[in-house]
Structure formats: C-alpha cells, structure tokens
Nanobody, 121 residues
Framework: QVQLVESGGGLVQAGGSLRLSCAASGRIFGINAMGWYRQDPGKQRELVAQITSGGSTTYADSVKGRFTISRDNAKNTIYLQMNSLKPEDTAVYYC???????????????WGQGTQVTVSS
C-alpha cells in the first residue's frame, strides 16, 4: 500500500544542478532510514546517500561535497540536492525507505520507481 514517488530527474549539462524529491504515501506509521541509490544498466545498484530518522547522513565517496540529502518528516519526503554534476553521475536514481506501516508491524524496505538523471559533457 505504501508508495514512494520520485521526481526531479532530467537532462542537464556538466556542472549543473538538479534536486530530486521522494514522497511517501499510503498507510504509514513511521519511516526510519531513507536513502537514494543509483544504477546504470548492467551495473550494480549503489548507495548514493542515506539519512536516518534522527538526521544522521551517509554519502558515497564519489558524491561527497557535491550532493546533500535532507528530509521533511512531517511530509514523509526526502530530497537530494545535486550540484556540480558530472557525466559519471548519469544513472537511474531510486528512493528507498524503511517503512513501518503500523506501530506493531515490522518495518520493511520500500522502493520507488526511479527517475532518470542524465548529465551531458
């Protein structure tokens, strides 16, 4: 029942910026950790950035200093501000949340559908 919907992807030139959003909807008691992952065809999906419910963040070395993850708990939404984009950032970006549907249910991983980010040189 829970859905994560990403938006904000697109085509930009190297050095440009994009801001991705991921909004969770449905029956949700709470969401613990949320993160952004990316994947190119034929490659492994990799963690880009993660943020816990307490606000602790983790970044891949390749994006440190350029990307910033944030969350709005009231809106069940996370964001990824991407600056100084490089062609190697080109990938499908996926949102993942550790979702707790009720106070008594186990939390589980929920994935969004992905949004394409393409950076031209």
């Amino acid at each position: 029942q829970v859905q994560l919907v990403e938006s904000g992807g697109g085509l930009v030139q190297a050095g440009g910026s994009l801001r991705l959003s991921c909004a969770a909807s449905g029956r949700i008691f709470g969401i613990n950790a949320m993160g952004w992952y990316r994947q190119d065809p034929g490659k492994q999906r990799e963690l880009v950035a993660q943020i816990t419910s307490g606000g602790s963040t983790t970044y891949a070395d390749s994006v440190k200093g350029r990307f910033t993850i944030s969350r709005d708990n009231a809106k069940n939404t996370i964001y990824l501000q991407m600056n100084s984009l490089k062609p190697e950032d080109t990938a499908v970006y996926y949102c993942k949340g550790v979702v707790r549907p009720t106070s008594y249910a186990y939390a589980y991983d929920q994935w969004g559908q992905g949004t394409q980010v393409t950076v031209s040189s």
